[in-house]
């Protein structure tokens, strides 16, 4: 187990490395970045404008008759500003030189420094990454406790009314998207045409701070009530039939056959021996469920109700071509998904011995 678990993290490597040369050349390949975003507002504010240097602290007003620039829109703009924002902004050096400097650079965990916020990368993920796995906890936690014993029903009463109608739900469900059912939650519950009962921003109130422990956690769960039931929606379905097509497997199972004949209950036939056996692979695919959680829906849920998670924070990034936060998310959502889809297989392991990863390939 130690070498499939060393090879993994090996194997982690040059995933991680495949994944950022793709999505940079997609970057440089891209219309539109930083420079061409402050040519843009210089050109907005007249050939006469006015532009902060960030992080050099010097302003500065230029203008005249630039030459031949390969930015869209330059015409007009002294050529040494338009120097000067590369250089800040690292675009004075070749492409290669950059992306080698970023992987030196993310080797040791340090993203830089955003372009518009003044603020280190690291810090912004640390600040939002708090949100996204609360988000990402709460939902499974519900998910689980409506699958998994709906899914034990549904198998329990296989072919009845009961498991008809709730697999119509279950379907319903599964095929309304969850930013559709957000935008669904808000005109129903959040001032947008019926009632205001719930916040529609944010994650705490303005006053959270002043507000007693009791008041601070019912104020929290206020908040995040539509987010986690948007997530919800979609996610319960998959897991619902998973788990009842787990319980299906095993209740034909010969050893289930022999537990009735002994005139064993059909309670301690359920929970004392399919129960165990079916759950394996449902516990085991934890960590996978949470990626797919924070991966997927929290991402359009935090920006539609402007939780300051990861979501929301490349987001905002990839509409400003905030290129070191784009980036600094990008790798932190890549290397917890690689880690936690190897806690996963671990966790396979440890809930059924029989799964051996040893004796194949990885």
Do not use: C
């Amino acid at each position: 187990m130690y070498a499939y678990v060393l090879r993994r993290l090996l194997l982690m490597v040059p995933t991680l490395l495949g994944i950022l040369l793709i999505n940079f050349l997609v970057v440089q390949a891209a219309p539109g970045g930083p420079v061409e975003r402050v040519v843009a507002e210089l050109r907005g504010h007249g050939i006469e404008a006015t532009a902060r240097v960030a992080g050099a602290g010097e302003t500065v007003a230029r203008g005249g008759e630039g030459g031949e620039s390969r930015y869209r829109g330059a015409q007009g703009i002294d050529p040494e500003l338009i120097a000067e924002l590369e250089a800040f902004y690292g675009f004075d050096r070749p492409a290669h030189e950059r992306f080698l400097q970023m992987l030196v650079n993310y080797a040791r965990f340090d993203f830089g420094d955003s372009f518009y916020r003044d603020r280190s990368v690291i810090e912004l993920i640390v600040d939002a990454l708090p949100v996204s796995i609360s988000l990402g906890l709460w939902t499974l936690l519900l998910v689980y406790l409506i699958s998994i014993p709906l899914g034990i029903h549904k198998a329990v009463r296989d072919g009845s009314r009961f498991d008809l109608w709730s697999s119509a739900v279950v379907i319903v469900g599964y095929a309304i998207p969850g930013f559709m059912f957000a935008i669904l939650l808000i005109v129903l519950f959040a001032g947008g045409s019926f009632w205001d009962l719930f916040p529609l921003r944010g994650l705490t109130s303005d006053n959270w701070a002043e507000l007693s422990w009791p008041g601070r956690i019912a104020d929290y769960f206020w908040h995040i009530t539509l987010p986690v039931l948007a997530m919800v929606i979609g996610g319960f379905a998959g897991l619902t039939m998973l788990t009842k097509n787990a319980f299906l497997d095993e209740i034909n199972k010969q050893y289930v056959i022999t537990a009735r004949a002994k005139g064993l209950s059909e309670r301690r036939v359920l929970y004392g021996h399919v129960f165990r056996n079916a759950m394996l692979i449902v516990i085991a695919g934890f960590p996978a469920a949470f990626v797919a959680v924070l991966f997927t829906g929290a991402l359009l849920i935090e920006v539609i109700f402007s939780l300051d998670g990861l979501g929301l924070l490349g987001f905002e990034a990839a509409i400003n071509r905030d290129y070191p936060v784009m980036f600094g998310t990008l790798f932190i959502f890549t290397l917890m998904g690689l880690v936690l889809n190897l806690i996963g297989d671990l966790m396979y392991v440890a809930v059924d011995p029989r799964i051996d990863f040893e004796s194949r390939e990885v």
